[in-house]
């Protein structure tokens, strides 16, 4: 059997795919072995990103590896690099990343740039791969919404093709139960449908039972606000502002079938997001 890696298994996606892959019995590359999920049949490894030798001591003997992007950082293209360099010394020989949808140089969505840089990292190490390019997704919408329930932001009228964290893993637990179907394959993984921010206001009040509204503002506006409240630096700036400015652009609204045609089932909705279905 084929030694089977997965990362960011104390967060969303890699939990789910870490429960959904434990048959094959997967190593677990955590930052804190402490917050590891137990899972029956799985082992823990612990390397952060940015540690060559610890990702090279954890990623030894691995066949295939699920590598779940790291938090938003100011370091963080930096500290993938090094950790897919760790997986080339190391001798992966399939990596399967999670970027995301329309990742180029110059995407709208400035985190989009980051993963693009990770994709070229990874096609410049020589390791098979696949790309799983997520679209946002639906699980976070609903929670950009301030205390008084106003999602705020530049997006306008455009749409969002966004997907549920939920198919994110279960597309990524297919390939890796069958890593050769997928060399070096780019999936577009969206939503059953684009939403603007208004839609995904009324949608997700309906099911909270809390009243949502969203409210678009000008692109100065929602810098200057989010400068005031938050103080964050201007790559943050840049990647919030831009989440909306992405959508207005209508980036994010292209609907794929490729959760159904990995997975085998349909997308879930907003309302299934919700419900926990
Ligand atoms: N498409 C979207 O809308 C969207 C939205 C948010 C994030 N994302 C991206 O999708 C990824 C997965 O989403 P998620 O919901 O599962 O995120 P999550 O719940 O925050 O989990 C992220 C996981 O990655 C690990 N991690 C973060 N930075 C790391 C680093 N530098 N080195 C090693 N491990 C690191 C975390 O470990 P710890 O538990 O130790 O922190 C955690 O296990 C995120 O990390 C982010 O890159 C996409």
Redo the contacts with the bound molecule.
């Keep these: 059997m084929s030694t089977l890696a997965v ?10 795919v870490a429960d959904l892959v434990a048959d094959l019995q997967p190593r677990l ?4 072995a402490r ?1 590891a999920p137990e899972i029956a049949g799985a082992t823990v490894a612990r ?4 540690d060559f030798d610890a990702g090279v001591a954890a990623l030894r003997g691995v066949d295939v590896l699920l590598m ?6 100011r ?2 293209r930096a ?2 690099r090094t ?1 897919i360099r760790a997986a080339a010394e190391a001798g992966v020989g399939h990596l399967v990343y ?1 970027s ?2 329309g990742a180029a140089p110059d995407a709208a969505f400035t ?1 989009g740039r980051d ?1 693009f840089d990770a994709e070229q990292a990874i096609r410049e190490s020589g390791i098979a791969h696949t790309f799983l390019r ?4 639906l ?3 609903p929670l950009f919404a301030d205390q008084a329930g106003v999602i705020r932001g530049p997006a306008g009228d455009g749409r969002v093709a ?2 549920a ?1 939920a198919d ?2 279960d597309v990524a637990a297919t390939v890796l139960r069958s890593p050769a179907e997928h060399v070096g394959a780019t999936y577009h993984l969206t939503g059953p449908e684009a939403l603007t921010f208004a839609e995904v206001a009324a949608r997700s009040s309906v099911v909270l039972g809390r009243d949502l509204r969203f409210e678009d503002e000008t692109v100065e506006a929602a810098y200057a606000w989010r400068r005031a409240a938050y103080g964050a630096e201007d790559w943050q700036l840049d990647a919030w502002v831009s ?1 909306y400015t992405a959508v207005r652009d209508d980036e994010m609204a292209t609907v794929t079938d490729d959760v159904r045609m990995i997975s085998g089932h349909a997308p879930r909705s907003l309302e299934d997001v919700l419900l926990g279905r």
């Design positions: 990362t960011g298994a104390t967060g969303h996606v890699g939990r789910r590359i955590v930052r804190d917050r390397a952060t990103y940015d779940v992007s790291a938090s938003e950082s370091t963080r500290e993938h950790f999670t995301f949808i985190l993963h997520d679209n946002f997704y699980d976070v919408l966004a997907v964290r994110v893993a989440t």
